[in-house]
């Protein structure tokens, strides 16, 4: 009999499960896919770590988490710094000073903000003439929130892309807080600690689940009862709305296709992360791994290099589940199932699935530490 049976290898579970058997607890682990790791899953191609499920960076200001997760594995100094190709113009992301001068020529924070509250001031006055007083989309809040140069640019079609809507159809509360930076600084997060485990996420998971029993290739709803019988407590990762058969009906999400390519050179777009912000260019950006864990003349060293094109698209049953779509009508479902779950006494719920929630990777591990069962 085990203490815990934990139903998926990802985030979440392997950090549970590693809590639990410091605690002295029997835990058994158990994931429906052929490997552990869930979507922080890494490949080796080429002798690169290929971010399988999409790109990774770890950032968090928690000196705590920060801590625990580099005791398992080094970290390395990577530091987030997509950019941006609109019809074969570059942009530096989040937008700062870099951004407006390569938009307008603006050399001084003074410059980049007048004519950021010139166009912001447009989208007022075109409001106040339409009669309306509040955002009623994404559109109308990011004009208030930017202006119309980058919104059109640089927000627009990747949006429509990554939730195969049109701007105007969606909520504004998805933009209500853009970054804009009036300094050079092409940083992404704001977070003191950032990077990546060095030879890759793999590391960190097989680190978590060192000593615990794993069991991968195994579905727990192909023998649930078995499963249910052998533990005194579950902790489920998957998704909610399947654990409980669907009984209020289906949650929705938005997924990810990867077209991975292997180009025989060893540096092909110069940076991890490149979007494109066209609506015209199918995928919503282009992910070059070795950039994660290769700096200077190691990116020479390694001849080859791995792409992988990222294509956004409606969720259906037998796709992964990537991105829970937080719209009114599915958090009134997941509200549904959120309150049977309240009433479990044996089952612990965690995780983007679990919690239909889009996670960080720092928050799911500052989560599992300040569980209050290991008080």
Not at 51 to 77: C, L, M, P, Q
């Amino acid at each position: 009999m085990y203490d815990y049976l934990i139903v998926g290898s990802g985030l979440f579970g392997a950090t549970f499960a590693y809590k639990a058997s410091k605690e002295g607890k029997k835990c058994l682990v158990i994931d429906k896919r052929p490997h552990t790791g869930g979507n922080i899953y890494c490949e080796n191609i080429e002798g690169i770590n290929v971010h399988k499920y999409g790109a990774h960076i770890f950032h968090t200001n928690s000196k705590k988490v920060w801590d625990f997760v580099n005791s398992i594995v080094e970290f390395n100094r990577y530091t987030n710094s997509p950019v941006a190709n609109y019809k074969g113009k570059l942009y530096n992301l989040p937008f700062n000073m870099n951004t407006f001068y390569q938009m307008w020529g603006a050399t001084t924070p003074e410059a980049a903000h007048a004519k950021i509250e010139e166009q912001k001031a447009e989208a007022l006055r075109k409001m106040q003439e339409d009669g309306i007083s509040e955002p009623r989309n994404l559109e109308e809040q990011a004009l208030l929130l930017i202006g119309k140069d980058i919104y059109e640019k640089l927000i627009k079609g990747y949006t429509e892309k990554q939730w195969g809507r049109k701007c105007t159809e969606l909520p504004s509360f998805i933009i209500r807080r853009l970054p804009v930076r009036f300094i050079y600084d092409n940083n992404y997060f704001n977070d003191r600690y950032q990077g990546i485990p060095i030879g890759g996420y793999n590391k960190l998971i097989e680190g978590l689940l060192e000593g615990v029993e794993v069991r991968t290739n195994t579905d727990f709803f192909k023998d649930r009862k078995y499963w249910e019988s052998i533990a005194s407590k579950i902790v489920f990762t998957g998704k909610i709305d399947e654990y409980y058969d669907y009984q209020f009906g289906k949650l929705e999400y938005r997924t990810v296709r990867f077209e991975e390519e292997i180009h025989d050179c060893s540096n092909l777009q110069g940076n991890a992360v490149i979007n494109y912000t066209e609506k015209e260019i199918p995928y919503t950006r282009i992910i070059e791994h070795k950039h994660f864990e290769m700096f200077g003349a190691d990116i020479e060293k390694c001849p080859k290099t791995v792409i992988s094109k990222e294509y956004s698209t409606e969720w259906k049953d037998g796709m992964e589940p990537y991105y829970p779509v937080n719209d009114e009508k599915n958090n009134s479902l997941y509200n549904k199932y959120k309150s049977l779950a309240d009433k479990e006494s044996n089952v612990i719920f965690g995780g983007r699935l679990a919690e239909y929630k889009y996670y960080d990777m720092a928050p799911i591990v500052e989560q599992v530490l300040n569980l209050n069962i290991w008080k």
